[in-house]
């Protein structure tokens, strides 16, 4: 089984930077894309960015591109996503989550393990 743990939000005035983190424990942590989801009341969950086992292979929905980068750190069983230029419509909650199977995109995987989530708010 594994447990997913994300910390890093918090509050960040518009234009501003946040580094989310996504801690994975329980099995062998190489074997899984990870994605990045968030998901605001009222709306649907939105895939965010997702790395492959390798760390080579990403992907990010058109908003995030340019603005966010994923990485992971398998040997800490560790992935990130770096944030910049946050505007308001970031704001969200956000979850990383493990996918054992392939998918052409990664975003459209079939994610088994999901975290707690953390919070995002962009204000001023």
């Known amino acids: 089984q594994l447990q997913l743990v994300e910390s890093g939000g918090g509050l960040v005035q518009p234009g501003g930077s946040l580094r989310l983190s996504c801690a994975a424990s329980?099995?062998?942590?190489?074997?899984?894309?990870i994605g990045w989801f968030r998901q605001v009341p009222g709306k649907e969950s939105e895939g965010v960015s997702c790395i492959r086992s390798s760390g080579v292979s990403t992907n990010y929905t058109d908003s995030a591109k340019g603005r966010f980068t994923i990485f992971r750190d398998n040997a800490k069983n560790m992935v990130y996503l770096q944030m910049n230029s946050l505007n308001s419509e970031d704001t969200a909650v956000y979850y990383c989550?493990?996918?054992?199977?392939?998918?052409?995109?990664?975003?459209?995987?079939?994610?088994?393990?999901w975290g707690q989530g953390t919070q995002v708010t962009v204000s001023s």
């Open positions: 989550a493990a996918d054992a199977t392939y998918a052409n995109n990664c975003l459209e995987g079939e994610y088994d393990y």
């Open positions: 329980g099995v062998t942590f190489n074997y899984y894309t």
